[in-house]
């Protein structure tokens, strides 16, 4: 494996491995991408084997135009009221964090979707994934770039740790800056139904194309989206989940990590304690200083990385607003919460 930097140079020699069927490890706006031709079953094949991931959870599609979509998905085939939506949403929301569950078209791979009848669709806003995208075959395969059921890379440093024996490059281009996956939006059942909050909060969509369903509150309740298992996004660090009230009040134990919202809960905790802030431990971090939910989303990853490589015994973690990113965060969260500790 080696990393690139993303230059014209870089940039080409990443398309010529990715035609190859080579797998390339690049940044998008939400987290690092494993990407593969998504029209080449070998490397369809191989970005399995690299996460472990199993072969009924299928792949996003990305693209890096609009004329693209038609070759990844059957929209014709869908009621016009539904296509309307599809194309207001690509109009408006496109390129950006929001993935789109459609019909698919029968040549795409059934190792890509799994055997459905339907396809995840995205046109990331990055301009290294689009430019990759462009310069190698304008459909490339990338599930989030970690081990199955691990947290989402949010830099490069991340893919290499996890997955760096996996891939022919990793194309490095800085942090991420959303730092939660995309939104996934099933359109292909009439109705448009959130399957996982993501990048794109829920208001943006409804404001597009009206109320909008789901998701579905109890992680694993029903599992509309195969990769909506229970235990994903999840630290090897055992994680617990409480409410500003609890956080507050929970008492401070040096092996145990701390992961509040906004600094008004650190600061009431501290209080709370009435003890000297432990200065200099990297184990309690506040995600956003103000309360930004975008802020905190970007940070969320990296914070639970840091605490996975430094080596806690807990992750109390602090619920946040849901509203906008608040719902994919807490989403993350809470799948994080269903997980037992694993080795590392
Ligand atoms: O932000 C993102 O979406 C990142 C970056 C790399 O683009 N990708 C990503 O891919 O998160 P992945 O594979 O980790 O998550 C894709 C999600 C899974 O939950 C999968 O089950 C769901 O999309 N999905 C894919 N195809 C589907 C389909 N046909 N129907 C329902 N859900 C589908
Ligand atoms: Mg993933």
């Known amino acids: 494996m080696k990393i690139l930097i993303p230059s014209d140079e870089g940039l080409h020699t990443a398309a010529e491995a990715l035609r190859a069927g080579l797998l390339v490890a690049f940044p998008t706006e ?5 990407g593969g031709d998504g029209f080449n079953l070998q490397a369809l094949a191989g970005i399995f084997a690299a996460k472990g991931r199993p072969r009924f959870d299928p792949l996003i599609i990305h693209i890096a135009d609009l004329d693209s979509l038609e070759r990844i998905a059957a929209t014709d ?22 993935t789109l569950i459609l019909p698919k078209q029968p040549d795409v791979p059934d190792l890509a979707t799994s055997g459905l009848p339907t396809v995840a669709v995205r046109f990331p806003d990055h301009r290294v994934a689009q430019q990759l995208i462009r310069l190698s075959t304008g459909a490339v395969a990338a599930p989030s770039a970690n081990p199955f059921g691990y947290l989402s890379p949010t830099k490069a440093a991340h893919v290499q740790e996890q997955l760096g024996d996996q891939v022919a490059f990793i194309i490095d281009g800085g942090p991420c800056g959303i730092g939660v996956e995309s939104t996934v939006l099933d359109l292909s059942a009439g109705s448009p139904q959130i399957l996982r909050p993501g990048g794109t909060p829920r208001e943006r969509i409804e404001a597009v194309i009206g109320p909008v369903a789901g998701p ?11 990769g909506q298992l229970k235990s994903h996004y999840a630290p090897r660090t055992a994680l617990t989940l409480h409410s500003r009230q609890e956080m507050i009040h929970l008492p401070y134990e040096p092996s145990e990590a701390y992961l509040f919202f906004d600094r008004w809960s650190w600061d009431a905790w501290v209080q709370g304690l009435g003890l000297m802030y432990p200065a200099g431990t990297s184990r309690i971090r506040v995600l956003s200083e103000q309360g930004n939910l975008a802020e905190a989303a970007a940070r969320l990853f990296e914070l639970l990385h840091e605490f996975d490589r430094i080596g806690v015994s807990v992750i109390h973690a602090e619920q946040v607003p849901e509203t906008g990113l608040g719902l994919a965060i807490n989403d993350r969260l809470t799948h994080a919460s269903c997980r037992k500790a694993l080795k590392p």
Request: aromatic share 6%; net charge negative.
């Open 77 to 98: 085939s869908l009621e016009l009221a539904v296509r309307d939506k599809v194309h207001a949403l690509c109009a408006c929301l496109w390129p950006g964090p929001l």
């Open 30 to 34: 939400t987290v690092y991408g494993l």
């Open 216 to 226: 579905p509150l109890e992680p694993g309740s029903t599992i509309h989206s195969p």
